[in-house]
Nanobody, 124 residues
């Protein structure tokens, strides 16, 4: 059974930084593409960032490009999201997801496994 557990969320002032982590247990982490999505109250889930199984491909939503960085550590079975210059509109529950195909899709429905999410709140 594949399980994903996110951590690192919290309350931060605008302009601040947070680092989210997602630890994966079960399955074959090194073969998964990993993605981060977010969902704000009353809004649809949206793509944030993804990384291919090899780590060579990294993809970002326009809204976060240049501010967020996704990375992976296969030894620790962990994917991280470094978030800098946070804005109030970044406030959301951030969810980690794993994709068996390994290609790093922007489409949430293509992911096979999901974590429960971690809350990020950015105050103005």
């Amino acid at each position: 059974q594949v399980q994903l557990v996110e951590s690192g969320g919290g309350l931060v002032q605008a302009g601040g930084s947070l680092r989210l982590s997602c630890v994966v247990s079960g399955g074959t982490f090194s073969s998964y593409a990993m993605g981060w999505f977010r969902q704000a109250p009353g809004k649809d889930r949206e793509f944030v960032a993804a990384i291919t199984w090899s780590g060579d491909g990294k993809y970002y939503a326009t809204a976060v490009k240049g501010r967020f960085t996704i990375s992976r550590d296969d030894d620790k079975k962990t994917v991280s999201l470094q978030m800098n210059v946070l804005k109030p509109e970044d406030t959301a529950v951030y969810l980690c997801a794993a994709d068996d195909w390994g290609l790093g899709s922007r489409v949430g429905d293509e992911y096979d496994y999901w974590g429960q999410g971690t809350q990020v709140t950015v105050s103005s």
